[in-house]
């Protein structure tokens, strides 16, 4: 069963993705995770952290989900590893967020026999809303 996408929330600072089936998915940056009122400022401008995740494989030894961030196809700047079933609440429980390649898309590899998989991530830069002020004047 392929990976089935799900962007759950997208808002100013926040977004929450949700992953289902098995096989290779991408958010990426400029395309999942953009408003239609924002403004895009490019990927070295942009600063997505991953602050929770929360996750349910079905063979919780043998086949992992894998979250990496790429700066390019051949090169894994951040991995994260997560078997069986757990969350990390990296912000809250933990004081920190996981901001390694932040500037970078997001792939995630579920394995063959299934997982799912929500990202919480903080959208902390690189994302400009419209100007209030004179928007409508």
């Known amino acids: 069963m392929p990976v089935t996408t799900t962007i759950l929330k997208n808002v100013r600072q926040q977004a929450v993705v949700k992953f289902i089936g098995s096989g290779v998915a991408n958010i990426d940056l400029r395309?999942?995770?953009?408003?239609?009122?924002?403004?895009?400022?490019?990927?070295?401008?942009?600063?997505?952290?991953?602050?929770?995740?929360?996750?349910?494989?079905?063979?919780?030894?043998?086949?992992?989900?894998?979250?990496?961030?790429?700066?390019?196809?051949?090169?894994a700047t951040n991995v994260m590893i997560l078997y069986g079933t757990a969350d990390w609440e990296l912000?809250?429980?933990?004081?920190?967020v996981d901001n390694v390649g932040s500037n970078s898309n997001v792939t995630v590899i579920l394995p063959a026999a299934g997982a799912m998989l929500y990202l919480v991530l903080g959208k902390r830069n690189g994302y400009v809303g419209p100007d209030l002020q004179t928007a409508n004047n």
């Open 31 to 75: 395309a999942d995770l953009t408003q239609p009122e924002e403004t895009f400022l490019g990927f070295p401008n942009v600063n997505v952290t991953i602050k929770t995740a929360m996750w349910s494989t079905t063979d919780a030894t043998a086949s992992p989900i894998v979250v990496q961030r790429s700066v390019s196809a051949n090169v």
């Open 91 to 96: 912000d809250q429980g933990a004081g920190f």
